[in-house]
């Protein structure tokens, strides 16, 4: 019978089950992600390794690629939804509206950092368990709990009336299951010197070290980090590459939390893979310290590196604590184009402490230092997300500037004290949509956005001066454009 038809025996059956029957049957159990930045979902690998170890049968969907039948709904006992950053949690929400129409009896958890920060509000609107930090354990615990049918407290397992902490305790990693998922083809792509190569994804640590107020890892994993050991990763990269992935994207928090077992792992990948090249993030400190090491990532395959320079404004750095000065950015900037490695800066250009000067500053240090291509427009448009439990909310300025709770937006509602800076957001928000939605030249792109920003401010620009350009003529980038 095909997937997305259900006979009403089938129906008939579902409205009579009790809640354990058909848990441990195919597709009994449901993973769904949304969105995990265009690559093949690691927070769907993991779990569906785990929760097999233990004898059940899981179906896997990622609704990015893929439709979600009604005959998948209608089968599932126990449904876990991945929302690991707020696009997907956004996207999650829908889905799990049409679950609860199709399939009211089945058991929902959201896993994933917003799942634990946005609890209150999914636990009362939509799920009926929320997990954070190392979802693994206690999402097979509630699973297992769901199949006895039984409702004893789980540790790390929040649910309406109990609250729960994040699970922080390091589990034994089972090697990512990938087998399932959609064709690494259906993914997002290296582009390079014309070629356009399947990319993977892996991670070698999870949380991280640091605690920048505006990061949505610190609520969960309060600067604390666990290594992937070694053999897990490779065994992860053999699977992608053997199904035809050319490149990985190491999506760590910050990939140099551990710069030792980093460099081992890329040593490896190299060595058995000589042609696979990858892309790491990490922090503008972090490629300073470990400057030594990035001529040897180079030759290890490294192509170009995501930094979260967030801003180049002193007093924006300063709020967020975001351990880096403008002078850091340029150094790094320096340290990697003498490895021959492109930096792809993350922007968080719009804040409450964002002036029109410090944007203007920001557009004519990326001109200066022909990052045009480097910066996927969108990041030009970013605005501060503040969601619940927050390390921002806990600063003592908080309240100057904080709004009310918008739990249906997943974040604390905020408005500029100059309002030119609001409508400079909405105005690069619109040119860079457009530009995103028709593969616009970026350097027409950027000469629109910086003429917005004058215009608002009531300035004439300045004319560009002509300057050498670095020796890419187009970074290496991936397919698809980064989002928060």
């Not at 769901?146 to 390091?170: C, Y």
Request: hydrophobic share 40%.
């Amino acid at each position: 019978m095909p997937d997305d038809m259900v006979t009403q025996s089938e129906t008939a059956q579902t409205a009579t089950r009790t809640a354990g029957d058909g848990v441990r049957d195919p597709g009994g159990v449901l993973l769904i992600s949304t969105y995990e930045l265009g690559h093949q979902p690691l927070n769907l690998a993991f779990p569906l390794s785990y929760v097999q170890s233990a004898g059940y049968q899981p179906h896997a969907i990622d609704t990015s690629v893929q439709d979600l039948s009604e005959a998948a709904i209608r089968r599932a006992r126990f449904v876990g939804i991945s929302v690991p950053m707020h696009t997907a949690l956004r996207l999650g929400e829908a889905v799990v509206q049409r679950i609860r129409a199709l399939n009211p009896e089945a058991f929902i958890c959201f896993y994933g950092m917003y799942a634990w920060m946005n609890a209150d509000y999914l636990l009362r609107n939509y799920a009926d368990a929320v997990i954070g930090g190392e979802y693994e354990k206690p999402l097979l615990e509630l699973i297992q709990r769901t199949e006895r049918g039984t409702n004893e407290l789980i540790e790390g397992v929040g649910e309406t009336g109990r609250k729960a902490d994040p699970s922080i305790i390091r589990i034994a990693y089972p090697e990512p299951d990938r087998s399932s998922l959609p064709p690494m083809q259906e993914y997002a792509h290296l582009l390079i010197d014309g070629k356009a190569v399947p990319a993977g994804y892996a991670e070698t640590t999870r949380g991280c070290a640091h605690t920048c107020l505006h990061c949505p890892v610190v609520p969960v994993y309060r600067g604390r980090f666990f290594a992937v050991p070694r053999d897990i990763v490779m065994s992860d990269i053999r699977q992608q590459v053997q199904a035809g992935v050319g490149h990985i994207t190491f999506g760590d928090p910050d990939f140099l939390n551990g710069p030792t077992h980093a460099l081992r792992i890329c040593r490896a990948m190299h060595e058995e893979f000589p042609h696979v090249t990858f892309d790491m993030t990490t922090r503008v400190e972090h490629i300073i310290e470990n400057q030594e090491h990035f001529p040897e990532f180079a030759e290890l395959g490294c192509v170009f590196v995501i930094s979260a320079v967030e801003s180049i404004s002193e007093v924006v750095l300063q709020k967020i604590d975001k351990g880096h000065t403008k002078e850091d950015v340029v150094e790094a900037l320096q340290i990697l184009d003498r490895a021959g490695i492109a930096m792809r800066p993350s922007l968080l250009p719009f804040t409450p402490w964002t002036t029109i000067e410090d944007y203007i500053e920001l557009l004519e240090f990326i001109d200066e230092h022909d990052m045009i291509e480097n910066i996927d427009p969108v990041h030009l448009s970013i605005r501060l997300l503040v969601p619940p439990g927050s390390a921002l909310l806990d600063e003592p300025d908080a309240e100057t500037w904080v709004g009310e709770l918008d739990e249906a937006a997943y974040t604390y509602r905020w408005t500029h004290a100059d309002p030119r800076v609001d409508e400079l957001q909405r105005e690069i928000a619109r040119i860079s949509e457009e530009a995103s939605s028709c593969d616009a030249d970026p350097h027409e792109t950027f000469a629109l956005i910086r003429d917005a920003t004058y215009r608002l401010a009531d300035e004439s620009p300045p004319a560009r001066p002509e300057r050498p350009r670095r020796r890419w003529r187009r970074p290496p980038r991936l397919s698809e454009s980064w989002f928060c």
